[in-house]
């Protein structure tokens, strides 16, 4: 049961950066300059982080980006049909009962879309490079959560650190 609940504020984690990109592409039709900036220092820190050389990043990326798409597509395709949900106690049993059946079905496709991913990878990087890829995506968002913390504290006249 701890499995299942980590594998699912895992992705909850990972929805998170897309959702906000998805905001910012929603609102002016392209990414912002902010948005630009972000994905600028992601590449930077997980080719430094990962330590890809060039021929890797080369074959890397491409496919990289190809799995960022489709996960922020699977993200994107819940939040549009439930996005406006305020209350769960609101819906009705059966809008309930879709609500959860479609939660399960987006992790169930982003793990899906995960082993393919890492199955992609196994065949260009090391196994090493792989976990070091895993370990720094995860720092990175934790980065970019400590700023937006510490942004949103200054905002309110508060330090969040």
Request: charged share 30%.
């Amino acid at each position: 049961m701890l499995k299942i609940f980590v594998l699912f504020a895992f992705i909850g984690l990972l929805s998170i950066p897309s959702y906000a990109l998805s905001l910012d592409v929603q609102a002016t039709g392209q990414p912002s300059a902010r948005i630009d900036a972000i994905e600028t220092r992601r590449i930077a820190f997980l080719t430094e982080r990962i330590g890809l050389t060039p021929e890797e990043a080369m074959v890397f990326w491409p496919i990289y980006n190809q799995n960022r798409q489709k996960r922020e597509e699977i993200s994107n395709s819940f939040r549009t049909r439930w996005g406006q949900v305020k209350k769960v106690s609101d819906l009705s049993p059966e809008d309930a009962a879709l609500l959860a059946e479609d939660q399960v079905r987006r992790v169930e496709q982003l793990t899906t879309l995960k082993r393919r991913f890492h199955e992609d990878l196994k065949r260009i990087i090391s196994p090493m490079k792989i976990a070091l890829l895993y370990e720094a995506e995860r720092d990175f968002n934790r980065i970019l959560f400590q700023e937006a913390r510490r942004n949103d504290g200054e905002r309110d006249g508060r330090d969040r650190r």
